[in-house]
């Protein structure tokens, strides 16, 4: 397993994280008690660190699960636990769900009794409200910083203009900036790469992928050279739910299937294991978060990693997957460009760009001459 710092924290997190959304059964497309621990065990066995839950799943149970395994197992010094809140934990209180100071400090109670630690980790909004001013949640997330109940902070499913809002306050006031963005990213949603990507990496902010198999749509179990394949599991069970995330079942996702089928083919390896293998080499991908409701499941994906993608298939995939240009950011593409620099080729500064010294053999300028004439 391979490791990055989180934005421009210090916390170093494994490049692929354990999503525990799948941790209980209270959804009916989850895993039992048992096999959640055998997926925890098999990930921390090749050396995964993070773990992705939220009060919100499986009606806490996600959380009580992960924080026992984390106990009985003495590894709460090794775990990096990310949670989140936002979502309403008791039905005809509005005050139990967004984004306002009294729900934050309601809901990190929750998770912190739920997952039987002192501290979160990484908190993360879960999900923008439309109502509670930016800087509200920035003081209430600085000051559960600063009362050593949560180690770093978080954004999930927002605007970019509120992530950037968000940042600038805590850039110019020097509290604790957001160091995650977590996003929904795979081969069937790349709806973050014209925002999310270029500003979390300027700004700081590693991108936490979800659902890297769009809920298993990619994840090998439907093969349209197999006349669409017979998958059963979570997209079937939630078929017809009206949540817009479990609508994977497209025209334009069916060919994306096909594609990553054709290329998995001649690379040799499993579709979900090219399709993680592709988010996780995005640009501004700090770890990818695996789900999976079977062992089999998780051990396939966590060898996602141990191959490239050539190029050209590479390039197939891009093809086939790529997103509509949209206005505005037809302005920002070479061709538009181009006008904007006079036709000069202009890029921006790599990261970590340092001014050159000067060239060695550059003679030092000579020292004034005592008897140099000055002209006035
Ligand atoms: N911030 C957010 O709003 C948000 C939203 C969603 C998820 N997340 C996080 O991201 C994590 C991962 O999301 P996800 O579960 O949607 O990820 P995903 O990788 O897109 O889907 C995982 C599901 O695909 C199926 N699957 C996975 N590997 C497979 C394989 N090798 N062969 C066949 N089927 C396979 C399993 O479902 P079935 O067996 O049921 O088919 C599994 O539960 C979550 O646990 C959570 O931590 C965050």
Redesign the pocket.
Known sequence: MQYHTLGRTGLKISRLGL????FGDQWG?GATRETAAQLYDAYVEAGGNLF???DL?TNGASEEFLGAFIKERGHRDRAVIAT?FSFNGDAGNPNAGGNGRKNILRAVEGSLRRLGTEHIDLY?L??WDRMTPVDEVMRTLDDLVCAGKVGHIGL??VPAWYASRAQALAEWRGTEPVSAL?M?Y?LAERGIEDEFVPFGTQYGMGIMA???????L????YKPSESGGS?????Q?TAGSGNP?FEKFTPRNWAIVAELERVAIELGR?M?QVAVNWVANRPGVATV??????P???A??LKALDFAIPSELAQRLEEVSRPDRRYPYVFFGPEMQAGLTGGAIVTAKPPGYFPADPPATTPPPAPPQADDSVEV
């Open positions: 999503g525990t959304m799948t497309w992705d839950t939220a799943y989140k993360i879960h999900a999930s499913n977590q929904e795979s979800w659902s890297p198999l769009a809920g298993g990619l994840s090998g179990k998958g059963v599991g979570r997209l069970t995330v499993p979900s978060l695996v789900g999976a409701t079977k089999h499941q998780l396939d994906n």
